[in-house]
C-alpha cells in the first residue's frame, strides 16, 4: 500500500509569491490535515479535511489555505509568501476524521522563502 | 486549547530504559499520541492512549492518567536507531484541532 505522497519535496519561491503544495493520502483515506513545523514553532495545525469540506482549522492567516477533491487529494496553498513562511508543511492522511489518533505523515515540501 | 509540554533533549545510552514525559494544560481531548521523527523524515505513529492506563507496542509503552493531566512514553531496550524526535499530541474536543508537543530530542550513545 503506497503511503501519503507529497510533492514538490523542495521549494524556493521569493517574498510576494504563492505556492500550492500537493498531497495524495494513503488509498481509502478520507482525511487530510496538513501542518507547519520550524524549529522554533514546532508542528502546528493548519487544517484539515473530510470529504472535500474543511472541517477544522488552526491559527494561521487567511493567506493559507487549502481544499480537497472528490478522490481526497489535497492541495494547500500560501499567498504572498513572507519569509516566515519557510517551513517543512507536512500533510497527514487517516480513514476517518478524528479515528484513534493515528496519523499518516508524508516525507513533507520544505519551502524555503528568500 | 491544549499546550503540552516535554523536555527538550533526553540522553541515554543502548540498552537503557528511557521514560519521555508529557504533561499538558487541558480543555477535553480525545486521547494522547506518540509520534517518532528522524531527522529529514516524516513523524511516524508510536501510540495511542484513549483511556487511563498502559499501553504496551514491543520496546514501546506509553500512558496516560487524565486525572494527573500527564502521560509519558517508554522506550526500553534502547537501540541507536531510537534517536530521533518524539511528540506527544492530542486532538482537541473543542475545534477538534490536533495539538502537538515541542518533541523531545533523545540521543542513543553507544
Known amino acids: 500500500k503506497a503511503g501519503v505522497t507529497q510533492t514538490p519535496r523542495y521549494l524556493i519561491k521569493t517574498r510576494g509569491q504563492q505556492v500550492t503544495l500537493s498531497c495524495s493520502p494513503i488509498?481509502?483515506?478520507?482525511?487530510v490535515s496538513w501542518y507547519q513545523q520550524t524549529p522554533g514553532q514546532g508542528l502546528q495545525f493548519l487544517f484539515e479535511?473530510?470529504?472535500?469540506?474543511?472541517?477544522n482549522k488552526g491559527n494561521f492567516p487567511g493567506r493559507f489555505s487549502g481544499r480537497q477533491f472528490s478522490n481526497s487529494r489535497s492541495e494547500m496553498n500560501v499567498s504572498t509568501l513572507e519569509l516566515g513562511d519557510s517551513a517543512l508543511y507536512l500533510c497527514?492522511?487517516?480513514?476517518?476524521?478524528?479515528?484513534?489518533?493515528?496519523?499518516?505523515f508524508g516525507e513533507g515540501s520544505r519551502l524555503t522563502v528568500l | 486549547g491544549q499546550s503540552l509540554e516535554q523536555p527538550s533533549e533526553v540522553t541515554a545510552v543502548e540498552g537503557a530504559i528511557v521514560q519521555i514525559n508529557c504533561t499538558y494544560q487541558t480543555s477535553g481531548f480525545y486521547g494522547l499520541s506518540w509520534y517518532q521523527q528522524h531527522d529529514g523524515g516524516a513523524p511516524t505513529f508510536l501510540s495511542y492512549n484513549a483511556l487511563d492506563g498502559l499501553e504496551e507496542t514491543g520496546r514501546f509503552s506509553s500512558f496516560l492518567s487524565r486525572s494527573d493531566s500527564y502521560g509519558y512514553l517508554l522506550l526500553q531496550e534502547l537501540q541507536m536507531k531510537d534517536s530521533a524526535s518524539y511528540f506527544c499530541?492530542?486532538?482537541?474536543?473543542?475545534?477538534?484541532?490536533?495539538?502537538f508537543g515541542p518533541g523531545t530530542r533523545l540521543s542513543v550513545l553507544p
Open positions: 488509498s481509502g483515506h478520507r482525511s
Open positions: 479535511y473530510f470529504s472535500e469540506t474543511q472541517r
Open positions: 497527514a492522511s487517516s480513514f476517518i476524521q478524528g479515528g484513534t489518533g493515528e496519523l499518516f
Open positions: 499530541a492530542v486532538r482537541e474536543y473543542y475545534g477538534q484541532n490536533f495539538v
